[in-house]
Structures are given as structure tokens and as C-alpha cells.
């Protein structure tokens, strides 16, 4: 079946460290690959998303590259900020009509 | 991307009860789905909303407990029946098109006491 692994958190970082949350998928074709976004008592945004092998998304300076090879895409950032501190998600989707499946979600805290 | 209207954002209902959550899109969408994300953690699909028939139900969810309905290609509904403390949880409603991909509502925080 169709699934989501991302790395445990929690992550703390200070401001303008550099992020990595590895995510890696198992799934049949070809999916498309997401990134989502949960601010503290928000709901989720689309950070990122890619639909196809070599794909880059990016997005407010984040970035996550499709690697069919490795059935990875992981988030980076180069330079964290405190108002990055959120819950991330990782997410696939099988074809256009299916629901996303989740991966557990990495929380992010930036301190100062 | 299509924009969804959640309501409410929040309730604190008594067990026993039933609350329930209303998404409307502000265009027409595809597929309509609902999620459950309990308190820290990931998002797990009840159901497809299917526009004019029954919702199609992940395992471990029942149409008595969350009932759906999808009257047309702009909304959906959500009930939570008979409600229990274990379904204190934040409820989210999403839906794709082919124009808009994946779109979510802000989100329904339900406290059962």
C-alpha cells in the first residue's frame, strides 16, 4: 500500500540554522509528492509540492526534490526563522482523485 | 487554488451529543474528503464524500458515528454522533479538483466534556 515515513520530531534549531526533515514514501506508480504546513491552531497549507521523478518544489525559501531513486523527498532550508516554528507534513497522493496519505509530522521549534 | 469554509472552528459539546461541521468550496470540486487529526498527531481519513450517494468509509469508521453528506459539488457535511471524550479532535474537510489541487478547510477543534 501507499505510505509516508518522515523523521521523528521534535527538531529545535536556533535562527538561521540550516533544516533537513527527511521524508521517504512507499507507493505504487507514480505519485505526487507535498509538503503541508500546520502553524500552531491553524490549519494546513500547501507548502510545496512536486508531480513528477527530479521535480524541485520550493516555497518561501523551503525546498524538496522528487528523488524516484531513493523515494525520498525531504524538505530543506537554509536559513530557519523563529516564525517557521510549525508541525510539517509530508504527504503522497496516488492520482489526482485520491486522498493524500500523511506521514506523521515533524514539529519545528526555532529559538532565537 | 479553491478556497473552503469551515464551520465551526471550534465547539465544546457534552457527551452524548452530536455537533455537526459544515465545509462549502467556492468552487466545484472533484472529490470532497474529511480527517481526523487527534491532539498531536497526523491527519487519518474517516471518508470520501461522494456527491449524491453514500461516503465511502476508511476502516475503523462507521456511517452511524460520522454520518456524511454531500448534496452537491460545493459542500459537504460532517456529524459527529453520540459523542465520547476520545473524539475531542481537530476535524478537517479537503477537496481536489482538476484545476485546483488539494485544498483544506482551517479546521474544526472539538472538545467533548
Known amino acids: 500500500g501507499n505510505s509516508v515515513t518522515q523523521m521523528e520530531g521534535p527538531v529545535t534549531l536556533s535562527e538561521e540554522a540550516f533544516l533537513t526533515i527527511n521524508c521517504t514514501y512507499t507507493?505504487?506508480?507514480?505519485?505526487?509528492l507535498f509538503w503541508y504546513v500546520q502553524y500552531p491552531g491553524e490549519g494546513l497549507q500547501l507548502l510545496l509540492k512536486?508531480?513528477?521523478?527530479?521535480d524541485k518544489g520550493s516555497n518561501k525559501g523551503f525546498e524538496a526534490t522528487y528523488r524516484k531513486e531513493t523515494t525520498s523527498f525531504h524538505l530543506e532550508k537554509g536559513s530557519v526563522q523563529v516564525s517557521d516554528s510549525a508541525v510539517y507534513f509530508c504527504a503522497l497522493s496516488p492520482s489526482g482523485n485520491t486522498p493524500l496519505v500523511f506521514g506523521k509530522g515533524t514539529r519545528l521549534s526555532v529559538i532565537a | 487554488s479553491a478556497v473552503i469554509s469551515q464551520k465551526p472552528s471550534r465547539d465544546i459539546c457534552q457527551r452524548g451529543t452530536s455537533l455537526t461541521i459544515q465545509c462549502q468550496v467556492d468552487?466545484?470540486?472533484?472529490?470532497m474528503f474529511w480527517y481526523r487529526q487527534q491532539p498531536g498527531q497526523s491527519l487519518t481519513l474517516i471518508a470520501t464524500?461522494?456527491?449524491?450517494?453514500?461516503?465511502?468509509?476508511e476502516s475503523g469508521f462507521v456511517i452511524d458515528k460520522f454520518p456524511i453528506s454531500r448534496p452537491n459539488l460545493t459542500f459537504s457535511t460532517l456529524t459527529v454522533s453520540n459523542m465520547s471524550p476520545e473524539d475531542s479532535s481537530i476535524y478537517l474537510c479537503s477537496a481536489t479538483g482538476v484545476l485546483y489541487g488539494y485544498t483544506f478547510g482551517s479546521g474544526t477543534r472539538l472538545t467533548v466534556v
Open positions: 464524500a461522494n456527491q449524491g450517494s453514500e461516503a465511502t468509509y
Open positions: 507507493a505504487t506508480g507514480y505519485p505526487s
Open positions: 468552487s466545484q470540486v472533484t472529490m
Open positions: 512536486a508531480t513528477k521523478a527530479d
